[in-house]
């Protein structure tokens, strides 16, 4: 299979992903001629999840990898008859997108306002990606948000997400993406392997040791000689099935002292973890890694730092964004053939007009203010502190013509955590690390 | 294409949807033998979400429907042989599972401890099955359980589903279907349509209003005339792009008074569908609906009882489960051979041994207990009460023996409803509706 077989592959249907309103909008659209202007769509939040200080941009990459085959089949246009007239029917079926596509580079910082994504193109080509790139840029970005907030409160040890069985089964390969782009070492999830070349990791569940059960009773000492035979004494014992300090003595026993980890997956995982540690070492085995699971978040992982614990693994709180499972990014119309709009209402003010942004930073780095300006006025200078423009050319004509990938990714988050004032990193909530300030975009109010 | 043909394109390259310790587990077991032990594994969650008085099951029907496909591949054995030895990928390519299923019909009321799914093969078979059969029971039945409170609370006015930008486009799909299982009259999402006939609604968003503007300025009359000629006057109007009092007089003067319905998506909803209700009337068109729409949960959609309006669009917090967006369930081992099993440790105590529950109802219909209790013991006869037994065959010998459809689940989540007593039905925080007791389970402490 060539890469673009398999790209195609991975994203058969996405044309349906599709709210109906795009669809309706798009009929009514072609029939008086409007659909034909030239518009520009953003996207961006209005505001963090409740306390939050940053999010991370996820999404991008998922996105433009489906763009090239959001295209309309036979089947999808005879479900789409139903409802859709003759003209609307056509247009769909020589649809594709032939627009251009500028955005923040995946993993980058986000703050409240940040123009994360602009589609332009005629109004059709751009209404028909409203949801999908919403749902996509949406779902990643919480999810990446909240594992750098872990990643961040791990200082430095390996963090493993396993959430796949907390979240809906697609949902869970897109997560180990976006918490592999955040920093985690690797997940549980094989599917985000194959698509991705996320490591997967992973040796045994606690089924495994009772499995071990006859009439006689339990009998650990053979599930983990059944483990280290076949994986090998580099593996990873879970060791709290009944009793942990006989699960440790055990593993030893059968593995020796190379035994790679043992896994400790409930209890108080500080308190174990120096019993376990104390106990490695007087069993000989120094080098034997502790891993802790069991309902870890990034206050969790935080409260550990600590205790003598090697590595995270990390389920339900990560793929459900720790809370805020979804980042609230709008796609919203910004121009209509080269004039400004904004919807006017209560709570809901948008900035008309297709903006850029830039970020200022101290010379040491430290980054002090978000500018989002019009896309033709780029901000003065100001003295003293370097301006760097967030937002990249992704697509142009409808062709990708980037070829930014899950490292260049890593590097970014990487970095933007590492240009964040102190009080960033703070996992308290409080307000958005640096201000958003908007220059020179007409307000419609 | 034939309905097989479809559900397989449905559900390609699922083996991979799992955590690659179910495999090296797998792998384990092979080597020692214990892979064709006989086991049970059940699905049931620990407690309800914080302050949840009962849960629906969601998930069955996608569960059942995507068994027979999970099967192993040329493609997916490759990406194994990196971890696994030549006798378990033998295993895998011949996989398919030949044992039995029993469960709660999809629809159904749970409570903590309920079995709601039972999984019974040689452990080879069934181990496999763990994340996918819980990233499908977790989430729809986390979507499904927030949904009925909507349900409940808007008292027979429609809901419909429009979240799919708010959660994984996949997601989606699911949260539209368990949405439609709950209660709801159908959903934004087209492929929610093409998929499991969940009827498609929607009709337009600010932008295509906003599109309507030229150099002189907004032009709402000429954004309601496209989408009426095109639509109908039965169509939706959404009246506040800009003002609403001017949005439903030009709707109105475009529409006439057949208009269909105008949305409200902004703002105070009550005070606004009261002024708009009056405006209407006055303007004589006093068959025009009023929608309204965001940010809606249950507690919003309950505070509107009294107000004058005739449905309700429910996004972000439907398709996030409403502050509890995954069900929490588990898959746990609870027989080998005949043999209860369970692991022991602090606040995660399981009851081995395979189970069945009962219902217990007063003559009345209203609910007062569940009976969790081992499979061959069912509990003595309570005087005056109504015992129900709660599981179902749903596959035997690999093969689904049931026909349950969207339609049964709807019928049994209405039912479960009424079933409830009052206090079940309150939105606050508070104990599950009636409570679970365990009969005659092995405790292994």
Request: glycine content about 10%.
């Given at each position: ?47 963090l ?13 998922r ?20 409802f ?18 500028d ?28 949801t ?44 180990a ?34 499995l071990?059960?006859?009439?006689d ?14 994986l090998g ?11 942990i ?39 000989g085995a ?15 992982i ?14 339900t ?5 720790s ?76 062709q ?23 009080d ?22």
């Amino acid at each position: 299979m060539t890469p673009d077989e398999r790209s195609r592959e991975k994203y058969a249907s996405t044309a349906l992903l599709t709210d109906k309103y795009e669809l309706t909008m798009l009929a009514a659209a072609l029939r008086d001629g409007t659909a034909h202007r030239q518009t520009t769509f953003e996207i961006f939040a209005r505001r963090l999840p409740e306390g939050r200080r940053y999010g991370i941009v996820a999404g991008t990459g998922r996105f433009l990898d489906t763009l090239p085959h959001f295209r309309f089949d036979d089947a999808d246009l005879s479900l789409l008859a139903d409802f859709l007239d003759t003209e609307t029917l056509a247009y769909l079926a020589d649809y594709r997108f032939a627009g251009d596509v500028d955005g923040y580079g995946e993993g980058e910082l986000y703050f409240p306002g940040s123009p994360v994504l602009s589609v332009s193109g005629t109004f059709a080509e751009c209404v028909l990606l409203e949801t999908l790139a919403l749902s996509m840029f949406n779902h990643d970005s919480a999810i990446a948000s909240a594992a750098a907030r872990m990643v961040s409160a791990a200082e430095g040890r390996p963090l493993i997400e396993m959430g796949s069985r907390r979240t809906h089964e697609m949902s869970a390969v897109a997560a180990a993406r976006a918490a592999y782009i955040a920093g985690f070492s690797g997940s549980s999830n094989l599917e985000a392997q194959r698509r991705y070349g996320v490591p997967a990791l992973g040796t045994s569940a606690h089924a495994f040791t009772l499995l071990h059960t006859s009439a006689d009773g339990p009998d650990e000492r053979a599930a983990f000689q059944a483990q280290v035979d076949a994986l090998g004494v580099g593996t990873t014992l879970l060791v709290d099935t009944y009793d942990i300090t006989a699960g440790v003595a055990n593993a030893v026993a059968i593995a020796g002292s190379e035994l790679g980890a043992v896994r400790i997956d409930s209890g108080d995982l500080g308190v174990l973890a120096r019993q376990v540690r104390t106990q490695l070492d007087e069993l000989g085995a120094p080098n034997t890694r502790i891993v802790v699971t069991s309902d870890l978040d990034e206050f969790a992982i935080a409260s550990l730092r600590a205790e003598p614990v090697d590595s995270y693994g990390v389920g339900t709180s990560l793929v459900t964004g720790s809370g805020a499972p979804t980042a609230g990014m709008v796609y919203k119309l910004v121009e209509v053939d080269g004039v400004p709009v904004a919807k006017r209402s209560s709570h809901k003010e948008s900035h008309g007009g297709r903006k850029q942004a830039h970020r200022l930073a101290k010379s040491t780095g430290t980054i002090v203010e978000e500018i989002v300006h019009l896309a033709d006025r780029p901000p003065a200078e100001s003295a003293g502190l370097v301006a760097t423009a967030l937002a990249h050319p992704l697509v142009r004509g409808g062709q990708t013509v980037t070829d930014d990938d899950l490292k260049s990714a890593r590097k970014r988050v990487t970095a933007g955590l590492h240009s964040l004032p102190w009080d960033g990193l703070k996992l308290s909530r409080g307000e958005p690390a640096i201000p958003t300030r908007m220059v020179d975009a007409t307000r419609q109010a």
